[in-house]
DNA sequence: AAAAAAATGACAACCGGTTGACAATTTTGG
DNA sequence: CCAAAATTGTCAACCGGTTGTCATTTTTTT
C-alpha cells in the first residue's frame, strides 16, 4: 500500500542502510546515490513514516493544547501564536477543545499521554490538581494554577486590576461594579478582580462584584446579562469587566439612553478586537498575547529539553498596558473643560 | 523509562498477549485476571502507546485541518466545531496555520502525510492544484475549490448573494458598494459578489465591487480602509461586506455623523459575533457555521471509511439565512411611516 | 600497484505494541 | 473422574523505520 523505504531503496538500486543514512545524514554517501536516492523518493512520493520514526526515538515533536473555547476571541489569538512558535521550532499542535467538560478534559489528558506527546499547555482548570500532578510529561500552564510542580505563565492580573482601578478613580467614578468570569476553581485572573477591589475601598469608593452566573462564552448571553444588571442597579458610574462582557454593557448602556463616558466610564480586560468593534472603543487592559504564547511555549520546551531554568512551580507574570480609547475620557467634553 | 505493555505484564503477574487481549477485547479472559491486570495498568499509570498501535493498524485517528487564519471569528468557530465533531467520532485535530503563506502550506501537507493522518481538511489554497491532487489522502475543501477530485463543502454564496441584494434593493438604495476579500485564487465565496452585482444590474442599481487590497484580518486596517472608502465615494447608501468589514464600515459611517440606517444600509456575511457588537446590530447573512463543519467532517470520514456516496469532484452548498439586525430597516422610521 | 579512505551492503536488534497458531493449564459440567 | 470448555502462555512475525557492527566493494591517493 503505502510507499516505504523499501520501495525507495528498491527504485533507487541500493539498501535500506543506504537510504537511511541519507535521510538521517550519517556516514559517507556519494553525490550520485544521493541524487538517484532523492529522485526515487520524489518519483515514488514518498514520505517518512513518522510513526515509525518517533516510535524509535521516543519523541514526537507533537504538543497538546488544551483550551476551555476555541472561539473566544483571547484563546483564538493564542492558540494562533502558540501555533506559530512551535512551528518555528518544529513542533506541531494537537488541539483539544474542553469546553469547560471535566469529562472531555481528562479524556483528552489520556489521550495526550497515549500519544506520546513531547509536552502539553494546559489552558484549562476543570480537574483537580491530582489529574495533573499524576501526568508524567512536561506541563506550561497558561492563565491557570495547576499545582506546584507545574510552572503557571499569566499577565500581571494585578497591574492589570490596578491600573483599570485607576483609570475609573482618575475618571471621577464613585459608584462601580466589577463582573468577574464564572468562578469554578480559583485561576491567575482572578487577582485583578480582588486588587481592583482593594484599590476601590481604599478610595472609598463603592464597589459591587458580580459573578457572571454562567460558564458560556456567548455575546447574546451577555447582552441579555447586562440587560438585567442596567435593571438591577442604579447610578453605576463605572465598569470593569472582560472585553466582550464590557461591550456587551456599552452596547445596551448606549441603548438605554446613557452617555459613555459621560455618564458610565467603562474600562475592558484583554484587548481583543471586541475592545475595537463596539460604538466607542473600549479603554481595555491589554493582556500581551503574544508574549504569553512565546514565553508558555518557550518555558514548555525548556522544561523538554531539560533546560529550564526555573523552578517547577514558578509563576511568570508578564506586564499588562492600558489603552486608552473613548470609554473612560470623552474628548470633546476634555475640549470644552479647556476651552472653558 | 516509560511504562510498557510488558511492565503491566510483568507486576500482573501475566502475559503480555493476555494484556493486549484485554486491551483489544479479544480471547477469552478471566475477571479475575481482567482485574489485576486493570489494577496494574493504574497503579502504573500505564498508558498504551499509540505510535506502536497506530503503526501496526495503519490508522492514527488523526485528522489534520488547515485554515487560513486560526483568529479570525469565522475559522475559529470552524476550528470549534470540526474538533467537536471529530472528537465525537473518535478523531483528534493536528491543527495547521497556514497563515495564507505557500511555504507554511507546503510544509503543513508534507508533514500530514508523514505523519499519516487518516485524512485532511483544508480551508487554505495558496498552492497550485497538483499539489493537492498528488496528496494520496482523504481531503475534503471547505470553501475552496481545490481540484476535480477533491469534494467541497462551502455555504451556498449564490444564494447569500441574492438575500444581500435583495436586501438593500426592498430597502431603496441606489448606489452601492460590495467589498471581497483579496482574491488570489477563486473560491466558492466569490459567487456571492458575481451574483450580487448581477442582481444590482438587473435592478439598474448602481454597483461598485471594491477588493480589500490586503489578505490581512485586522480590524485596525479595516477601519482605516473604511474611512478611505467614505473619503473616495460620495452618496453611497448601501454596503455588502463581510462581518467584519461591514462593523468597520458602520462605526466609521457613523463617526463621520451618518445615520445608519437612515443614510446607509449595512449588510454583513458571515453571522459572526461582530455583526452583534456594533452599535447597530448588523442585518447579515449568516453562514451555517455549525452545518458546515458537519458536514465537512461526515463527509472526509465517509471518504476514509470508503462508505462515500457523493463523487469525487462534489460541491456540497448549504443553506444560509438572512438575520435582519438594524442596519436596514429602521424601526422606528418605519414606525413613523406607519404612522403618518 | 598497494595502501588508505570512502561508499555501500548485509544483518540483527530495537521501538511497543498486535495477532495468529498452537500448546499447556485450569475450570467446569456431567 | 473424565471430557469439554475456558483460560492463559509461548513464540514468531509484523508495522516501518534507525542504528551499530562488520564485511565488502569502489574510489582515491601516493
Redesign the interface.
Given at each position: 500500500?503505502?510507499v516505504t523505504i523499501k520501495d525507495v531503496a528498491a527504485k533507487a538500486g541500493c539498501s535500506v542502510t543506504t537510504v537511511s543514512r541519507i535521510l538521517n545524514n550519517r556516514g559517507s554517501i556519494s553525490e550520485k546515490t544521493r541524487k538517484k536516492v532523492h529522485t526515487a523518493m520524489e518519483e515514488l512520493?514518498y514520505?517518512?513514516?513518522?510513526?515509525?520514526v518517533?516510535?524509535f526515538r521516543?519523541r514526537?515533536y507533537l504538543v497538546g493544547l488544551i483550551v476551555p473555547?476555541?472561539?473566544?476571541?483571547f484563546y483564538?489569538?493564542e492558540?494562533?501564536y502558540i501555533?506559530?512558535v512551535l512551528?518555528e521550532n518544529g513542533y506541531?499542535?494537537?488541539?483539544?477543545?474542553a469546553?469547560s467538560d471535566n469529562m472531555?478534559e481528562t479524556e483528552y489528558l489520556?489521550?495526550l499521554?497515549?500519544?506520546?506527546v513531547d509536552g502539553i499547555i494546559i489552558a484549562s482548570h476543570t480537574l483537580d490538581l491530582e489529574a495533573y500532578s499524576?501526568v508524567?510529561l512536561p506541563i506550561v500552564a497558561l492563565d491557570r494554577f495547576l499545582g506546584p510542580d507545574i510552572p503557571t505563565v499569566s499577565s500581571d492580573h494585578e497591574q492589570g486590576g490596578r491600573l483599570a482601578a485607576q483609570e475609573l478613580i482618575d475618571n471621577n467614578c464613585k459608584k462601580v461594579i466589577q463582573i468577574t468570569g464564572f468562578c469554578g476553581v480559583p485561576t491567575p485572573s482572578h487577582k485583578r478582580h480582588t486588587v481592583f477591589s482593594d484599590v476601590m475601598k481604599k478610595n472609598g469608593i463603592c464597589c459591587e462584584t458580580l459573578e457572571l452566573p454562567f460558564n458560556a462564552f456567548s455575546?447574546?448571553d451577555y447582552?441579555t446579562y447586562a440587560d438585567n444588571i442596567f435593571r438591577n442597579h442604579n447610578h453605576i458610574d463605572g465598569i470593569f469587566a472582560a472585553d466582550n462582557v464590557a461591550?456587551a454593557m456599552e452596547?445596551v448602556a448606549?441603548s438605554r439612553g446613557l452617555n459613555v463616558p459621560g455618564d458610565l466610564k467603562i474600562v475592558g480586560y484583554d484587548g481583543i478586537?471586541?475592545s475595537?468593534?463596539?460604538?466607542k472603543t473600549l479603554t481595555t487592559v491589554a493582556q500581551p498575547v503574544k508574549q504569553l504564547a512565546l514565553t508558555t511555549v518557550v518555558t514548555l520546551l525548556e522544561i523538554i529539553s531539560g533546560e529550564s531554568v526555573f523552578d517547577k512551580g514558578t509563576h511568570i507574570r508578564l506586564p499588562v498596558r492600558l489603552i486608552r480609547g473613548e470609554t473612560t475620557v470623552d474628548t470633546k467634553s476634555g475640549n470644552e473643560v479647556l476651552q472653558q
Open positions: 500500500m503505502a512520493n514520505f517518512p513514516n513518522q510513526l515509525a518517533n516510535l521516543q514526537t473555547d476555541v472561539s473566544h476571541a483564538a489569538l492558540i494562533k501555533e506559530r512551528h506541531r499542535l494537537l488541539l483539544c477543545n469546553e472531555r489520556n489521550m499521554q497515549s500519544n506520546k499524576k508524567n455575546f447574546r447582552i461591550c452596547k448606549i478586537e471586541a475595537l468593534m463596539s460604538y
